[in-house]
């Protein structure tokens, strides 16, 4: 049985297995609108899912806040900037991180790009194709 649940109308774009996160190891599954983690338990099973919606990335020049950084130990690793907190998410393939970053952020600006034509309509502006 999942330890996770997608919405009737979400759709699943990316998954890994085995992505280190702090101390521990998850699944991360990225969708048309959420980074879904999930946790391990001690024997390596699902424990359970946190959401994360991709809305709720910090913005800078328009832009997701995300970077590739490093870990203490100098790892590459995928920093995501949420409004009140980060995550932190390093993978054992190689240029996993930029893959991610580059679907994360393509995920997010077309996320954002249908949010405002949704409010343009809302608001009774013409939209233009």
């Known amino acids: 049985m999942s330890v996770y649940e997608l919405e ?3 759709a699943v774009i990316m998954q890994e297995n085995d992505v280190s996160a702090g ?17 391990k338990g001690l024997f390596g099973g699902d424990k ?7 809305a709720d990335l910090k913005e ?6 995300i970077l590739i950084g490093k870990t203490p130990t100098g790892e590459k690793r995928l920093e995501l900037y949420f409004s009140g907190f980060e ?10 991180e ?6 994360i952020e393509k995920t997010y600006l077309s996320l954002m790009n249908n949010r405002e034509k949704g409010n343009r309509a809302e ?3 013409p939209l233009i194709s």
């Open 8 to 10: 009737a109308d979400e």
């Open 23 to 39: 101390k521990g190891t998850v699944s991360l599954i990225l969708t048309d609108r959420r980074l879904i983690q999930i946790n």
């Open 48 to 54: 359970n899912a946190e959401y994360f919606l991709l």
């Open 60 to 65: 800078l020049k328009g832009k997701p806040n």
């Open 87 to 96: 995550k932190y998410y390093s993978f054992s393939r190689l240029f996993a």
């Open 98 to 103: 930029r893959k991610w970053a580059d679907a």
């Open 123 to 125: 608001n009774g502006n």
